[in-house]
């Protein structure tokens, strides 16, 4: 079936060591997003692309790196990992931006990641 | 303010009825969503409805839309243990979502 694949799904790191969170799509979808969880909050966008442009929220943290290789990969780099990035990593796709109203434009979400950060 | 709140917390007994209300500010919102997460797994687009609908229903669950008061809620009908999660409210008024918080749904015998 179609979905959206998380890889790992439970990370666990160091402070201070780098990890990269995979995300892959078979929907063939043009959005690619990257969310950040944490227990108890809304899910806070990170950044998104359409197709190769990149779109990065002005309160995302330099420590934040994302690729989109191709049309279904996306990764999610920390270069830095501290304590406070301890949390479940969400990525999500959808075929267009919901733009237009059509409900179809959906995003469709994966697993997610969880990460540790000891 | 949030632009997007719940509450945290809904406790209900097998077989009743669930609701869950959000509140939003963005009167510009065309489309306002329901999502579950359930535990370990990703946020799945329960339903929607779009903003020039008051109601929306779907087998168990019924969508209630106050444009005026920009208050959502999502009613579950009978609702089983296996209805326990944590359910989305998002608002979208520009071009991606806007989520809340929350609400973990407890169901219990």
């Known amino acids: 079936d179609a979905m959206v694949i998380q890889n790992p799904r439970y990370q666990v790191t160091q402070f201070g060591k780098p990890v990269t969170l995979s995300c892959s799509q078979t929907l063939n979808h043009n959005v690619m997003y990257w969310y950040q969880q944490k227990s108890s909050q809304a899910p806070k966008l990170l950044f998104h692309y359409y197709d190769k442009d990149f779109n990065n929220e002005a309160d995302t943290p330099d420590n934040f790196q994302s690729r989109r290789p191709n049309t279904s990969f996306c990764f999610l780099d920390i270069r830095s990992p501290g304590l406070g990035d301890a949390a479940m990593y969400l990525c999500?796709?959808?075929?267009?931006?919901?733009?237009?109203?059509?409900?179809?434009?959906?995003?469709?979400f994966g697993p997610g990641t969880r990460l540790t950060v000891l | 303010g949030e632009d997007v709140e719940q509450s945290l917390f809904l406790s209900v007994r097998e077989g009743d009825s669930s609701v869950i209300n959000c509140t939003y500010t963005?009167?510009?919102?065309?489309?306002l969503y329901w999502y579950k997460q359930e535990p370990g797994a990703g946020l799945q687009l329960l339903t929607y409805?779009?903003?020039?609908?008051d109601m929306k229903q779907d087998q168990r669950l019924t969508v209630l839309l106050n444009k005026k008061d920009k208050h959502l809620s999502l009613r579950i009908a009978d609702t089983q243990t296996g209805d326990s999660a944590i359910y989305f409210c998002?608002?979208?008024?520009?071009?991606?979502?806007?989520f809340g918080r929350g609400t973990s749904l407890i169901v219990h015998p």
């Open positions: 409805i779009f903003s020039n609908m």
């Open positions: 963005d009167s510009s919102s065309t489309y």
């Open positions: 998002a608002e979208k008024g520009s071009y991606i979502p806007t």
């Open positions: 999500a796709t959808s075929r267009d931006y919901l733009t237009s109203g059509r409900a179809g434009n959906e995003q469709f």
